[in-house]
């Protein structure tokens, strides 16, 4: 009995220790943020790895829209004792599974040691099923979701080459720095005409990173213009299903590949779920 016990712990910590958390955001809204959450994660899918991908963007719902499914639970409901992390768990069609956030993100700051740990208990049991969870954050940035950012073990800005969307991409690292989250920060441009172009706009982005605020940031690729994804979303189905063979499917698939490379893949010493439980009670203490 004790072997047994051991051996379930043991393999139990082995997948903690796998399972990484990768947050992705933007500065502002549409900039494709959830088509590059959910075709990303489609894409670790195709890889053979164990996607779950929880829909942080609260009120909005672009993953369940995108996607053309209906969540019936939020993480709202597992705040309320309503069900577990486990049955608020959606399986989609596709392959990866689902988790919404709905309206009781901004409740989890509010929430007491015994609550956290109860819950994390259950993100524990939750997500060492999977080998990546993605974060798809709600566009700009806020307070009630820093928790989770300085949890990830990465985390991934998605900007395009329009002036707006630059200085707001600019300003969400910003924030982060000076909230002092480790990163990685890796930058994807959306919506590019070309590599050259994609290139100059990661320069210019890394060279006020490093010239204002001393940091700097990691170039993860580009994604190309492409009408498919315009054309998927009105179908509600993602682009990398409907069009696999299109130029942004491509382009994601190969932003895929290299992440999980592993001499590119880096885990933070403590585990997600520990970094995360010490943010909440941190912040609490702070209150």
Same mark, same amino acid.
């Given at each position: ?12 910590m ?11 955001l933007?500065?502002?809204g ?7 959450s ?18 942080m ?5 672009n993953?369940?829209i ?21 049955e ?33 208990a259950?993100f ?11 974060f798809?954050?709600?566009a ?6 820093? =928790? ?7 985390i ?23 909230? =002092? ?5 890796n ?5 590019t ?21 001393n ?11 492409? =009408? ?11 682009? =990398? ?30 585990g ?13 203490e702070?209150?």
């Open positions: 009995m004790m072997k047994d016990q051991a051996e379930h712990l043991r393999l139990k082995q997948g903690i220790k796998k399972t990484k958390a990768l947050a992705v933007s500065g502002k549409g900039v494709g943020k959830s088509h590059f959910i075709n990303f994660a489609l894409s670790l899918h195709k890889l053979g790895y164990k996607v779950l991908l929880f829909d963007d609260v009120g909005m719902g993953v369940e995108l996607m053309g499914i209906s969540t019936q639970y939020t993480i709202a409901d597992v705040l309320h004792g309503n069900v577990s992390v486990q608020a768990v959606s399986k989609s069609s596709y392959g990866i599974d689902i988790l919404s956030g709905g309206t009781g993100l901004n409740t989890l700051v509010e929430m007491d040691e015994g609550d956290i740990t109860h819950l994390l259950q524990d049991v939750s997500f060492v099923q999977y080998d990546y969870v993605i798809d954050m709600g700009g940035m806020s307070k009630s979701v820093l =928790s989770f950012l300085k949890a990830a073990d990465e991934v800005v998605l900007i395009t080459p329009e002036p707006t969307s630059l200085m707001d991409g600019y300003a969400s690292v910003k924030f982060m720095m000076m909230e =002092s989250l480790e990163g990685p920060y930058v994807v441009i959306n919506k005409s070309s590599s050259r172009e994609g290139e100059i706009v990661f320069g210019r982005i890394n060279k006020v990173t490093e010239k204002f605020l940091g700097q940031l990691s170039y993860l690729g580009r994604i190309p213009t492409d =009408s498919a994804v315009t054309k998927a979303a009105m179908k509600q189905v993602p682009f =990398s299903i409907l069009y696999p063979n299109g130029k942004a499917t491509k382009a994601v698939e190969e932003l895929a590949a290299s992440f999980v490379n592993p001499s590119s893949t880096k885990f933070l010493k403590d997600f779920l520990a970094r995360l439980k010490h943010q909440f009670l941190e912040k609490r702070r209150l």
